[in-house]
């Protein structure tokens, strides 16, 4: 199976566009375990938001697949709906950049067709896209 090392991935946009797939199977996971809970989350806003509020010029992800949960001031809880994420990282990038990086990206098994050379990984400027075996499993985030 493919699959991504979050240490090593760019966010670059390859992912997004250069999967056999119509819509990438490469999507945004969250490593609760690291997360800040964060209320100006780099993953979930835009860069110099004038306001918190989730007009869509405001946020980071363009399909909207990232949504919020107030859970006690100023924290919020973060989910991805794997369906709308088209793996484009622009989160990630935003989380990395700004936040301590819980958002990362990775291959969903469900969906990868686990291609015999992976397109995306022939692109890979970082390398981070590698075969494994189908026992080993994913390599997550489990550090900012």
Not at 30 to 53: S, T
Not at 63 to 77: H, M
Not at 78 to 103: A, M, P, Q, W
């Amino acid at each position: 199976m493919w699959q991504i090392d979050p240490e090593k991935c760019l966010q670059c946009g390859r992912c997004q566009t250069e999967c056999v797939l119509s819509v990438s199977a490469v999507k945004c996971f969250h490593a609760n375990q690291v997360c800040g809970y964060c209320d100006l989350c780099g993953g979930y806003y835009r860069a110099n938001v004038k306001e918190l509020n989730t007009a869509a010029e405001n946020m980071m992800c363009p399909t909207g697949a990232i949504t919020r949960l107030f859970v006690e001031e100023p924290y919020f809880e973060y989910t991805i709906d794997e369906s709308l994420c088209n793996g484009c990282g622009k989160c990630v990038k935003g989380c990395s950049s700004f936040g301590n990086g819980s958002l990362f990206l990775q291959i969903q098994q469900e969906l990868c067709l686990n291609c015999n050379e992976c397109k995306i990984s022939k692109v890979c400027v970082s390398g981070a896209i590698q075969r494994v075996p189908v026992r080993q499993g994913y390599k997550l985030k489990d550090h900012a």
